[in-house]
């Protein structure tokens, strides 16, 4: 297997097109890994323009293999530290008409840069650059045509050049006012209809600080990519090798094991709902988390009530719009890609799902979806990850609450409503208000000193200097402002959000987090055995985002892998096995980044897990939150399982 590579040098504006051929490389994180390591990024601070930012696509891309156009993107995480794989759907079904596999932009251009690549049908690559001073690009940011933040930078990008971008069926991706504020910041890029105007339908590769690496450390704020090339091997738009796989191992021709695997995504006739967001609530009922976490000191009965109040003013009102009571309709569409699936449910006018949704919602106090929807809308335009967005919103409220924060250190004038009995439509309304001006205040150039601290700095090493700040309001409280915080530690200041799921497993010492490369369902069992699902997940969904896939597909694409990799490309691989090397890569580069996992810092962190065994009976366990030091040991044995399990393979 080969890699086309585009290198781009933001401080010289200068490219070079190189060809990679490397028989132990199979996919765009493969590829990502190797030009981190190749370049040393470890030994970089992550916001320097040393530190390469790379966006690619897997090898299925540009056929017939539907779910296979993810935009995947490889970087040295400013949160985490250590090195970050986040995706973007949809939009590699622009990017590989480019021609290209992968560009890889390091160096840092004076002004903001707009980077255009477009591909040639005989694969000759068009590379351009131009530029807009910072007074432009806040004036876009605060208004063009009626828009702000991400969705007005894209407007002008493609007002620019938008017979350019419908001739090529192009995209653009670009970040928002947040990537030069934050340090947790997302890659956004909007569907386009065939006249190039914006949709509702956003994606985004947010996960981990990408868009602050994009912006920050090389002053890059738009790429338009697409172009006219087409893929050469004809395998890839072979239907009848894809029905040979998914009989071979489903029984099924192609199309129907596809259906049947993403009904979920789309719409699952049994329970009249569909996505992420449909789905989930029901689901899981009182084992989601609510009120910043604060749901592991609640009785049962109370976090009924409160899934109640999240079923009758959160849930029921998308349901009602977005399936008309029980049906698939249009509100359900896809991410850029003729995808059955539909996945993108529209509520609105905002795309919803579970964990933006959920984060600038029941973990913030806000229960009036209407509300939550308006917010999501204000994260994706200011550019930010929306699930750190929602741990940010939560914890400041939290700490607010506790008092160890007054509204005025964060630039509010009254107090968020957290008491989980008060919760309903009142106390999400100041709640939402509070929510908006905080995230406004959290990218102002006129913010305070507190919030300064947490944009620059993120929140685990914010939450340390801010132990000290305020060291008087720490001793009267007897709290850290660690402890209200939910995170995984990753050396010394490099740290994880979890995804809103009650689970040991999107805290354990892995040593990728932040996304779904591990166990999360809500359950607790001893540390060896989740330390071997874990990694046995991380290891799958690894392969997945290798192979370009979208992730609501892995549920046919992983037991077909081995097949598409042998039928398609005429490569015999054995893919688990090379999932686990590639992981133990990963491992290895984040220990030369000293940033690999650390032991729980954050009292809430470890009752959350800790309530968790008491709340699903493990023997042996149930009285963990009273003993830290049976926290520790089920670190510790997690963290040595794993080891020895990477240790073993060579």
Known sequence: MGFKVLYVDATKRSYKIESIND??????????????????????????????????????????????????????????????????????????????????????????????????????????????????????????????????????????????????????????????????????????????????????????????????????????????????????????????????????????????????????????TGGTFGENYPHYKELVPVLNYNHVYLSRGLRLELHGKIMDYFWRPFQDEVFD????????????????????????????????????????????IKKSAELVDLVDNLGLDAIEAGHFVGWIFDLIDKGLLNPEDVGLDKRPVMDPKLQGLEASKVNAELARKLLINLVSDDTTKVLKIVGSMGLRAAAKELDNLYSDRVAKSGVKFEDLLVYAAFGKSGYFTPNFYWSPGVLAPLFVLGKYWTDYSPAFREPEDYASAALRRAVMELLIANAGFCRFHRGWAEEALAGLYKEMLGVDLDVYKHGLLTYKRIAEYQAKSEATPEPWESRKVMDAIASLAAETGVHGWEDSMYHTEKMAEWWNRFYKKLQEELNKVS
């Open 325 to 368: 009571g029980g049906k698939l309709t249009p509100a359900s569409k896809n991410c850029g890609e003729p995808c059955p699936v539909v996945c993108k449910k529209i509520f609105n006018k905002v795309k919803i799902d579970y964990e933006p949704a959920h984060g600038v919602g029941p973990i913030s106090g806000i229960f009036d």
């Open 23 to 272: 028989p132990e490389l199979f996919g765009i994180v493969d590829l990502g890994l190797q030009i981190h390591l190749d370049m040393k990024s470890y030994n970089v601070d992550p916001l320097d323009p040393a530190n390469p930012l790379v966006l690619g696509i897997g090898p299925f891309a540009g056929g017939a293999v539907v779910g296979s156009h993810r935009i995947v993107a490889i970087f040295k995480s400013p949160e985490s530290r250590g090195l970050h794989v986040s995706e973007m759907g949809g939009a590699g079904y622009s990017f590989f008409r480019t021609g290209l596999d992968a560009i890889v932009i390091t160096g840092r251009s004076e002004r903001p840069l707009l980077i255009r690549v477009i591909g040639g049908s005989n694969g000759e690559v068009s590379v351009d650059f131009s530029d807009i001073s910072f007074d432009e690009l806040n004036r876009i940011y605060s208004n063009y045509s009626g828009l702000s933040g991400t969705k007005a930078l894209t407007k002008y990008v493609v007002d620019m050049d938008r017979d350019l971008i419908v001739k090529n069926h192009a995209r653009v991706a670009v970040v928002g006012p947040g990537a030069y504020k934050t340090l947790f910041a997302g890659i956004f890029s909007y569907v386009l209809d065939d006249k190039g105007n914006l949709t509702e339908v956003s994606d985004s590769a947010s996960r981990g600080g990408g868009g602050s690496v994009m912006a920050q450390a090389h002053n890059v704020v738009a790429i338009t990519f697409g172009g006219t090339y087409k893929r050469p091997n004809p395998n890839l738009s072979n239907v009848q090798i894809l029905n040979k796989i998914t009989q071979e191992v489903y029984k099924k021709p192609f199309s129907q094991a596809l259906l049947d695997k993403t009904t979920k995504y789309r719409f699952d006739p049994a329970s009249k």
